[in-house]
């Protein structure tokens, strides 16, 4: 893996633990309210998508080393 694929990876392994942290915390308190006034604190949707979506970006580095595959299928009569 060349140096700029293994800089990308080590990014969004760094940006999946926050938003791994971010969704623990909004799991723990999402909204609480000050008053008479409510405060949420996050998008829990948008912080999952986020996860999966880091999650692929590190599957397709790791396990294929960010290298798309394509295979060509040629029919034949039997």
Do not use: H, W
């Not at 971010?22 to 909204?31: D, G, I």
């Not at 604190?41 to 999952?48: D, F, G, Q, S, Y």
């Not at 595959?69 to 029919?75: A, E, G, K, L, S």
């Amino acid at each position: 893996m060349d140096q700029s694929k293994r800089e990308r990876l080590a990014r969004y392994k760094r940006q999946r633990e926050k938003y791994l942290k971010a969704e623990e915390a909004v799991l723990n308190a999402q909204s609480y309210s000050i008053g008479s006034r409510e405060v949420t604190r996050a998008n829990l949707p948008e912080i999952t998508r986020m996860i999966e979506y880091l999650d692929d970006k590190i599957d397709t580095l790791e396990c294929r080393g960010g290298k798309r595959q394509t295979f060509r299928v040629i029919p034949r009569d039997l």
